[in-house]
T-cell receptor, first 114, second 113 residues
Framework: AQSVTQLGSHVSVSEGALVLLRCNYS??????LFWYVQYPNQGLQLLLK??????LVKGINGFEAEFKKSETSFHLTKPSAHMSDAAEYFC????????????FGSGTRLLVRP | NAGVTQTPKFQVLKTGQSMTLQCAQD?????MSWYRQDPGMGLRLIHY???????DQGEVPNGYNVSRSTTEDFPLRLLSAAPSQTSVYFC????????????FGPGTRLTVL
């Protein structure tokens, strides 16, 4: 069965500091992986996705993620945090069955300190 | 494009009441789905549809019904609301395929007393 684990329910960084949000996946087949962001009282918005074309994926708002098969990881990074990055971030893997469902991690709330 | 729209934004029900959460998309997506979001649990799939007239159960379908008579609309019905159904509900749509981005609506926050 596929699953996603996000380490750290809360991550706090200073404005201008590196953002690192961790995601590990479990999948018996090559996965399709996604990072979504949820701002307060809003729906989810796609940040980036991995579909096997390139291991380093660049997304919106300066975020990027690197797919590492040997580590079964897909960590999200941003070199310099901005106050507007404060939100909840979800890592997800696309299910192998016919439901096309996304299997989500439990989410990481990013706090940015001024 | 309006994208994915959901109504209502907020709803309070009493135990045993029924209601329908509305979802519509204007992107001609074949695939539509309903998730519920609970603290610390991410999002979990309730029901999904791969096209008009075709629906199937997700991982937490009990207490919910769906139908898909048109490509655009995918309503979620709560038959007899229970406090355990207090949650935030999101509708999503996409083109078919595991690699496609799913577009999410703004959500409906439901409280069952």
């Amino acid at each position: 069965a596929q699953s996603v684990t996000q380490l750290g329910s809360h991550v706090s960084v200073s404005e201008g500091a590196l953002v690192l949000l961790r995601c590990n996946y479990s999948s018996s087949v090559p996965p399709y992986l996604f990072w979504y962001v949820q701002y307060p009282n809003q729906g989810l918005q796609l940040l980036l996705k991995y579909t096997s074309a390139a291991t380093l994926v660049k997304g919106i708002n300066g975020f990027e993620a690197e797919f590492k098969k040997s580590e079964t990881s897909f960590h999200l990074t941003k070199p310099s945090a901005h106050m507007s990055d404060a939100a909840e971030y979800f890592c997800a893997v696309s299910s192998m069955d016919s439901s096309y469902k996304l299997i989500f991690g439990s989410g990481t709330r990013l706090l940015v300190r001024p | 494009n309006a994208g994915v729209t959901q109504t209502p934004k907020f709803q309070v029900l009493k135990t045993g009441q029924s209601m329908t959460l509305q979802c519509a998309q204007d992107m001609n997506h074949e695939y539509m789905s309903w998730y519920r979001q609970d603290p610390g649990m991410g999002l979990r799939l309730i029901h999904y549809s791969v096209g008009a007239g075709i629906t199937d159960q997700g991982e937490v379908p009990n207490g919910y019904n769906v139908s898909r008579s048109t490509t655009e609309d995918f309503p979620l019905r709560l038959l007899s609301a229970a406090p355990s159904q207090t949650s935030v509900y999101f509708c999503a749509s996409s083109y078919r395929g595991r690699y496609n981005e799913q577009f999410f609506g703004p959500g409906t926050r439901l409280t069952v007393l």
